[in-house]
Nanobody
Framework: QVQLVESGGGLVQPGGSLRLSCAAS????????VGWFRQAPGKEREEVSC????????YYTDSMKGRLTISRDDAENTVYLQMNSLTPEDTAIYYC??????????????????WGQGTQVTVSS
């Protein structure tokens, strides 16, 4: 069964950090771009960060640039998103999704398929 599972979300105080994981089962991630996206209540889903085949091909949304590190571990078949200096505005459900590597790199949510179920991130004191 092809499956993407996000984990690592939770409640964190402002200024805190979280590391999200996107683990694949039933297939290998090395054939895909992997993107992280988020959706806050009442808002549209937006891109956060995306990664190409290697860890030096990355994209970060401007609003979070400098606070994020995306990386992939092919041995673990997992993509990670390290988030630092979190603010209440970062509160959202965070999802990972896939785009085939045979296409051009993009971090636009509508160009991604095979979404996970999401993991809740809440930043609050």
């Amino acid at each position: 069964q092809v499956q993407l599972v996000e984990s690592g979300g939770g409640l964190v105080q402002p200024g805190g950090s979280l590391r999200l994981s996107c683990a694949a089962s039933g297939f290998t991630l090395d054939e895909y771009y992997v993107g992280w996206f988020r959706q806050a209540p009442g808002k549209e889903r937006e891109e956060v960060s995306c990664i190409g085949r290697t860890n030096d091909r990355t994209y970060y949304t401007d609003s979070m640039k400098g606070r994020l590190t995306i990386s992939r571990d092919d041995a673990e078949n997992t993509v990670y998103l390290q988030m630092n200096s979190l603010t209440p505005e970062d509160t959202a459900i965070y999802y990972c999704a896939l785009r085939p590597l045979i296409t051009t790199m993009s971090c636009t949510p509508k160009k991604y398929d095979h979404w996970g179920q999401g993991t809740q991130v809440t930043v609050s004191s």
